[in-house]
């Protein structure tokens, strides 16, 4: 089983575990605060269901109706986690109003705190394992799902000092006011997550950073050709698309041609595994004198 698909799942073990422990601590309690906690944890769960679907979907071959791939389907899973955590802050706002116009007193809070600390180390421990290993293998899903997560685990941290400041003030009404400022806590972070992947599904070129990777590797590969111009890259999922168009001396064959396009290739590919290249070659009169500076 691939380690990503395997990651997606432990997502949701995780998940199901932290609910567990966030859902115990509010029935001690009966604080909302940590009542909003919880239904966020409701959202991780089904956020890491959508996301391993995603990936497993991402993951399968071109085939002839998708002959790019299925790589944006993991694009697709991360608005979809966006638009269920700005529901689930619309939840978590409509439980603070109601708790800020009666408010309750807290039940045995001390150990719901303790719980709900704990809860928020395993959440802490776990978004750090899906943001790193989400970049490092330029996985959308697995990156939206540890920004979520990192928000909830700000959020918990916050609910908790919140609920013990209202525990030793004796100020109901700050229990409420907390799951509020969690609720637009929740709203921003599902707006960045639905942004950035809407990004992604309308073919964003990559960074400027990578951009500039990409025309070093080409500049140093592409011994024998005059210059490369028309660069255009995009990224979809785990895949980044490079295509160009390679002016050649029109002396040179078909096949010193073709072995220069494969040099390049491999160069790319070395750096970004699974790039899919498409370079278009032509002859002299074609050059722009502009673009990239074969070395």
């Given at each position: 089983?691939?380690?990503?698909?395997?990651?997606?799942?432990?997502?949701?073990?995780?998940?199901?575990?932290?609910l567990g422990l966030k859902a115990l601590a509010w029935w001690m309690t009966g604080s909302i605060a940590l009542l909003s906690d919880a239904l966020e944890?409701?959202?991780?769960?089904?956020?890491?269901?959508?996301?391993?679907?995603?990936?497993?979907?991402?993951?399968?071959?071109?085939?002839?109706?998708?002959?790019?791939?299925?790589?944006?389907?993991?694009?697709?899973?991360?608005?979809?986690?966006?638009?269920?955590?700005?529901?689930?802050?619309?939840?978590?706002?409509?439980?603070?109003?109601?708790?800020?116009?009666?408010?309750?007193?807290?039940?045995?809070?001390?150990?719901?705190?303790?719980?709900?600390?704990?809860?928020?180390?395993?959440?802490?421990?776990?978004?750090?394992?899906?943001?790193?290993?989400?970049?490092?293998?330029?996985?959308?899903?697995?990156?939206?799902?540890?920004?979520?997560?990192?928000?909830?685990?700000?959020?918990?941290?916050?609910?908790?000092?919140?609920?013990?400041?209202?525990?030793?003030?004796?100020?109901?009404?700050?229990?409420?006011?907390?799951?509020?400022?969690?609720?637009?806590?929740?709203?921003?972070?599902?707006?960045?997550?639905?942004?950035?992947?809407?990004?992604?599904?309308?073919?964003?070129?990559?960074?400027?950073?990578?951009?500039?990777?990409?025309?070093?590797?080409?500049?140093g590969a592409a011994t024998g050709a005059l210059e490369v111009h028309d660069l255009r890259t995009r990224h979809a999922g785990r895949a980044t698309f490079?295509?160009f168009h390679m002016v050649v001396p029109g002396s040179i064959t078909v096949d010193e041609a073709h072995d220069i396009c494969d040099r390049i290739e491999?160069?790319?590919?070395?750096?970004?595994?699974?790039?899919?290249?498409?370079?278009?070659?032509?002859?002299?009169?074609?050059?722009?004198?502009?673009?990239?500076?074969?070395?």
């Amino acid at each position: 089983m691939d380690r990503t698909i395997k990651i997606a799942i432990g997502s949701i073990a995780v998940g199901l575990f932290v609910l567990g422990l966030k859902a115990l601590a509010w029935w001690m309690t009966g604080s909302i605060a940590l009542l909003s906690d919880a239904l966020e944890s409701t959202v991780n769960v089904a956020t890491a269901i959508a996301a391993l679907v995603a990936i497993r979907v991402a993951a399968r071959p071109a085939d002839a109706n998708h002959p790019y791939g299925h790589h944006k389907a993991e694009f697709m899973s991360a608005v979809l986690e966006g638009v269920m955590i700005i529901i689930a802050a619309l939840l978590i706002m409509n439980e603070a109003v109601k708790g800020f116009m009666a408010p309750r007193p807290l039940n045995a809070p001390l150990e719901g705190l303790l719980i709900n600390g704990l809860a928020s180390v395993v959440n802490g421990i776990w978004c750090y394992v899906l943001i790193s290993y989400g970049r490092r293998h330029r996985s959308p899903a697995l990156v939206a799902d540890g920004k979520h997560l990192l928000s909830d685990v700000i959020s918990s941290i916050g609910v908790t000092f919140g609920v013990l400041i209202a525990i030793l003030t004796g100020w109901q009404k700050l229990d409420p006011a907390l799951a509020g400022l969690v609720a637009i806590n929740i709203l921003w972070s599902g707006w960045k997550v639905v942004a950035e992947s809407l990004s992604g599904l309308l073919d964003e070129a990559v960074s400027d950073e990578t951009l500039a990777r990409i025309r070093e590797i080409i500049s140093g590969a592409a011994t024998g050709a005059l210059e490369v111009h028309d660069l255009r890259t995009r990224h979809a999922g785990r895949a980044t698309f490079i295509d160009f168009h390679m002016v050649v001396p029109g002396s040179i064959t078909v096949d010193e041609a073709h072995d220069i396009c494969d040099r390049i290739e491999s160069a790319l590919k070395k750096h970004f595994p699974g790039a899919m290249i498409s370079i278009h070659v032509e002859p002299e009169n074609k050059a722009k004198h502009q673009g990239v500076l074969i070395l």
